[in-house]
Nanobody, 117 residues
Framework: QEQFVESGGGLVQPGGSLRLSCLVR????????VGWYRQVPENPRELVAL???????SYADSVKGRFAISRDDSTHTVFLQMDNLKPDDTAVYYC???????????WGQGTQVTVSS
């Protein structure tokens, strides 16, 4: 069964950077599109970045030019480099496999990102 293990979150000041990692277990990783999602209390999860099995990437408008998603198929890991962070980026960040706009797997515990001075 697939499992997602997110890490790398923390407290950072506005304008700072963080790099999130997502280790994916239990699937043929290289065949899947993988997304980073985020959620704030009382709101649905939103997809912020996606990396396809072939390496193509896409981003939500709110993070374009600031976030970069990448993948390492040899280690089954997806990364999210977050630069110029803003208080509105504060959320719990999750990763998941994705197909046609729908997350496929069971959610992991996520990693908390807090942007505050």
């Amino acid at each position: 069964q697939e499992q997602f293990v997110e890490s790398g979150g923390g407290l950072v000041q506005p304008g700072g950077s963080l790099r999130l990692s997502c280790l994916v277990r239990g699937i043929a990783f290289s065949f899947y599109d993988v997304g980073w999602y985020r959620q704030v209390p009382e709101n649905p999860r939103e997809l912020v970045a996606l990396v396809r099995s072939g390496g193509a990437t896409s981003y939500a408008d709110s993070v374009k030019g600031r976030f970069a998603i990448s993948r390492d198929d040899s280690t089954h890991t997806v990364f999210l480099q977050m630069d110029n962070l803003k208080p509105d980026d504060t959320a719990v960040y999750y990763c998941n496999t994705e197909a046609e706009g729908t997350p496929l797997g069971i959610w992991g515990q996520g990693t908390q990102v807090t942007v505050s001075s």
